[in-house]
T-cell receptor
Framework: GENVEQHPSTLSVQEGDSAVIKCTYSDSASNYFPWYKQELGKGPQLIIDIRSNVGEKKDQRIAVTLNKTAKHFSLHITETQPEDSAVYFCAASETSYDKVIFGPGTSLSVIP | DAGVIQSPRHEVTEMGQEVTLRCKPISGHNSLFWYRQTMMRGLELLIYFNNNVPIDDSGMPEDRFSAKMPNASFSTLKIQPSEPRDSAVYFC??????????????FGPGTRLTVT
């Protein structure tokens, strides 16, 4: 089955700097790659997603890139703000159904 | 819409007791997921329903765990008997599954289970 790895496990950046989180997946048939943000005491919430027919997608300060050949995808957050501090999960969807496999998460801290 | 509703939000029980967690998915969604989150194992998918039918329960840890979805608006996850290692936050999520596409999963606030 699908296996998703994520790096780094923790990331600390200064406010205003950029943050990059990288993920790899194992199943070349996966075609849907969402990113979730989890704030303390809450459930994960989708922030952006990308499908395999697109190489890059951007939404304001957040962008995702996908390299299907290498089976890796990344989340880029620019001009980070303290409210970006949270745990971020990448995920990949198996093609049989919409079962989504999550990576282990990255704890992002934005220092004011 | 109220989002995915889970109850209780917190549950403390003694080892050996039965625990039932409840979930009400978003109206109109046809897929429902139960996840378990711990520091050691991260976010694990336990079981997945589509149109009230269990599709994949390969993540259910053992026979002590069972899940049901009697109708489109209600699901339960039961642990009997509970053990201390079951302590975790349990999330329910729902989504709409089309014939060819995968859509966003909406997570509930979770149930924090502590088994002493």
């Amino acid at each position: 089955g699908e296996n998703v790895e994520q790096h780094p496990s923790t990331l600390s950046v200064q406010e205003g700097d950029s943050a990059v989180i990288k993920c790899t997946y194992s199943d070349s048939a996966s075609n849907y790659f969402p990113w979730y943000k989890q704030e303390l005491g809450k459930g994960p919430q989708l922030i952006i997603d990308i499908r395999s027919n697109v190489g890059e997608k951007k939404d304001q300060r957040i962008a995702v890139t996908l390299n299907k050949t290498a089976k890796h995808f990344s989340l880029h957050i620019t001009e980070t703000q303290p409210e970006d501090s949270a745990v971020y999960f990448c995920a990949a969807s198996e093609t049989s159904y919409d079962k989504v496999i999550f990576g282990p998460g990255t704890s992002l801290s934005v220092i004011p | 819409d109220a989002g995915v509703i889970q109850s209780p939000r917190h549950e403390v029980t003694e080892m050996g007791q039965e625990v039932t967690l409840r979930c009400k998915p978003i109206s109109g969604h046809n897929s429902l997921f139960w996840y378990r989150q711990t520091m050691m194992r991260g976010l694990e998918l336990l079981i997945y329903f589509n149109n009230n039918v269990p599709i994949d329960d390969s993540g259910m840890p053992e026979d002590r765990f069972s899940a049901k979805m009697p109708n489109a608006s209600f699901s339960t996850l039961k642990i009997q008997p509970s053990e201390p290692r079951d302590s975790a936050v349990y999330f329910c999520a729902s989504s709409f599954t089309g014939t060819t596409s995968t859509y966003e999963q909406y997570f509930g606030p979770g149930t924090r289970l502590t088994v002493t």
